[in-house]
Nanobody, 119 residues
Framework: QVQLVESGGGLVQPGGSLRLSCAAS????????MGWYRQAPGKQRELVAT???????NYVDSVKGRFTISSDNAKNTAYLQMNSLKPEDTAVYYCNAPRGEILPPWYSWGQGTQVTVSS
């Protein structure tokens, strides 16, 4: 059974940093790209960063230069290092395995981790 467990969120001041972790079980990182999504209140969930099994990364423009996605395939864990955080980064952050722009991701959502950027 696939399980995705996100952690590392919290309350941080603007300009601060957080590192999120996503522990996955039930499948291997070697077969899927992984991604970090976020959902702000009243908004649709959006994919903000992806990493392929080969290590190629991609970011949505709003986080480029501030966020870094990485993964440890041996531990089946993905990370999102978030620097220079802004209030508009406030959201619940989720990880999953993206499946293109139209199809939903491969697996059911985990509980997510709340990131709040506020002074």
């Amino acid at each position: 059974q696939v399980q995705l467990v996100e952690s590392g969120g919290g309350l941080v001041q603007p300009g601060g940093s957080l590192r999120l972790s996503c522990a996955a079980s039930g499948f291997s990182f070697n077969i899927h790209a992984m991604g970090w999504y976020r959902q702000a209140p009243g908004k649709q969930r959006e994919l903000v960063a992806t990493i392929t099994s080969g290590g190629t990364t991609n970011y949505v423009d709003s986080v480029k230069g501030r966020f870094t996605i990485s993964s440890d395939n041996a531990k089946n864990t993905a990370y999102l290092q978030m620097n220079s955080l802004k209030p508009e980064d406030t959201a619940v952050y989720y990880c999953n395995a993206p499946r293109g722009e139209i199809l939903p991701p491969w697996y059911s959502w985990g509980q997510g981790t709340q990131v709040t950027v506020s002074s």
